[in-house]
């Protein structure tokens, strides 16, 4: 009796192939065969569940946002519901801030493909729209990471919107700093870069 293929836990076992690939040695050397080869397959068999490298790449960005956004979404309650100017709130915006960076092996590599796939976005048009999601869904996230946080004085000084963007900035530099200079931008200086980040934010006061 032939062995029945699990078609979703084979499309995952290819994503991560992917994943593998591009952390390794990179976004170019994604193709069809180098995917078959890392997964075990035969081209024929990627191609029963991709019908070429644009979908499997497309899907493949699609799933490590869908990884990161998921992450970032189970973390948020613990910010937007614990008492403002709390050290229950501020380790709580560490924690989710954390869920951005290479902390881990498992977010090293997400990172990584992340920012591949929002770089190769520019020049290849297919890929734009999951980086436009992308970028909506994490901005949106850490608008409300800053709207919780951040005293809005209704003079003009400290606009959320900015602040919000001041962030997002920190955190894709944190990323692109521990990606090149891991030995250097350990998980303990990002944290020390975001205490500091937060320390300079306005905020309420207990």
Request: glycine share 4%; proline share 5%.
């Amino acid at each position: 009796m032939p062995k029945i293929v699990d078609a979703a836990a084979r499309r995952s076992d290819i994503v991560e192939a992917v994943f593998r690939i591009i952390a390794v040695d990179g976004l170019e050397r994604a193709s069809l065969r180098e995917v078959a080869d890392e997964a075990g397959l035969a081209v024929g068999s990627v191609r029963h569940y991709f019908a070429g490298s644009e979908e499997l790449l497309l899907h493949s960005f699609a799933t490590v946002v869908e990884r990161i956004t998921a992450r970032l979404q189970a973390a948020l309650p613990a910010v937007t519901e614990s008492t403002p100017a709390s050290v229950q709130r501020r380790e709580a915006v560490l924690t989710l801030l954390g869920e951005f960076l290479p902390l881990d092996e498992e977010r090293a590599v997400d990172v990584c493909v992340w920012m591949a796939f929002r770089n190769a976005a520019r020049i290849r048009p297919y890929l734009a729209p999951v980086a436009d999601r992308s970028h909506r869904e994490v901005a949106a996230v850490v608008g409300q990471v800053v709207t919780a946080v951040v005293t809005d004085d209704g003079d003009g000084q400290h606009p959320l919107v900015v602040e919000a963007e001041r962030l997002l900035a920190t955190i894709d530099g944190l990323c692109m700093h521990a990606l090149l200079q891991p030995e250097w931008m350990t998980a303990a200086m990002c944290r020390d870069v975001l205490e500091r980040h937060l320390a300079g934010l306005p905020v309420p006061t207990p």
